[in-house]
């Protein structure tokens, strides 16, 4: 069973940055597409962004693009989110997960959840 690790959440001002990491085990994390997601209170987890095994192609929702990138490297099983040009909207627990890609968005692949990272825009 795949396990994962959030971590790089804080409080941030808007316009800062912030820089999430994903680490995974457990599974082969190489040979898989991976994917950020955020839950903001009161609202429905939603896709963020989603990178292919390979690295080579990279989706984002239209709300983070051009402001947000996601990265991987595999031979550390881990997979990253640098976040810039923050704003209060972007407030929300960040979760990564293994996903599908359904046209140019991320699905997720794992019925489960690890414990998600905080990120709190201040305004």
């Known amino acids: 069973q795949v396990q994962l690790v959030e971590t790089g959440g804080g409080l941030v001002q808007a316009g800062g940055s912030l820089r999430l990491s994903c680490a995974a085990s457990g599974g082969t994390f190489s040979s898989y597409t991976m994917g950020w997601f955020r839950q903001a209170p009161g609202k429905e987890r939603e896709f963020v962004a989603v990178?292919?095994?390979?690295?080579?192609?990279?989706y984002y929702a239209d709300s983070v693009k051009g402001r947000f990138t996601i990265s991987r490297d595999n031979a550390k099983n881990t997979v990253y989110l640098q976040m810039n040009s923050l704003k209060p909207e972007d407030t929300a627990v960040y979760y990564c997960?293994?996903?599908?890609?359904?046209?140019?968005?991320?699905?997720?692949?794992?019925?489960?959840w690890g414990q998600g990272t905080q990120v709190t825009v201040s305004s």
């Open positions: 990178i292919t095994w390979r690295g080579t192609s990279a």
């Open positions: 997960n293994r996903a599908s890609i359904v046209g140019e968005k991320g699905v997720p692949a794992l019925a489960y």
